[in-house]
C-alpha cells in the first residue's frame, strides 16, 4: 500500500504563493507513475489540478494554467505543486495521489486559504 502526505499549505493573500510538497512511500513505484495534484472544497467532488508523468511531461486545469506548476524529485520520491498568483476560488484542501488515482491511497491533504 502507497503512503501519500501532503504538506504546505496554509493561510495566504490573495496573489500570494505557496508550495506544496507530496511525499510518497510504500509500495508505490513512484518513478514509473504519473503521479497528479488534486484539489477538494466542501461539497464539491474532487478534481484534478495538475498531473506530471515519470518522464515531467505536464498537464493542467485551465483554471491553474500559467499560475501553478508541477515538478518531482524521482530520487526522492517527492512532488511538488508551486501555486502562484492565488486567488480565493483555489482554497481547497490539496491531495496527491497516482493519475488515474488509487482509491485505497487518499492521505489527509493540506489545506490552502487564500483570504486577506
Known amino acids: 500500500q502507497v503512503q501519500l502526505v501532503e504538506s504546505g499549505g496554509g493561510l495566504v493573500q490573495p496573489g500570494g504563493s505557496v508550495r506544496l510538497s507530496c511525499a510518497a512511500s510504500?509500495?508505490?513505484?513512484?518513478?514509473?507513475?504519473?503521479m497528479g495534484w488534486y484539489r477538494q472544497t466542501p461539497g464539491k467532488q474532487r478534481e484534478l489540478v495538475a498531473r506530471?508523468?515519470?518522464?515531467?511531461?505536464?498537464l493542467y486545469a485551465d483554471s491553474v494554467k500559467g499560475r501553478f506548476t508541477i515538478s518531482r524529485d524521482n530520487a526522492k520520491n517527492t512532488m511538488f505543486l508551486q501555486m502562484n498568483s492565488l486567488k480565493a476560488e483555489d482554497t481547497a484542501n490539496y491531495y496527491c495521489?497516482?493519475?488515474?488515482?488509487?482509491?485505497?491511497?487518499w492521505g489527509q491533504g493540506t489545506q490552502v486559504t487564500v483570504s486577506s
Open positions: 495521489n497516482t493519475w488515474p488515482p488509487q482509491a485505497g491511497s
Open positions: 510504500g509500495s508505490i513505484m513512484f518513478s514509473l507513475s504519473t
Open positions: 506530471i508523468t515519470r518522464g515531467g511531461n505536464t
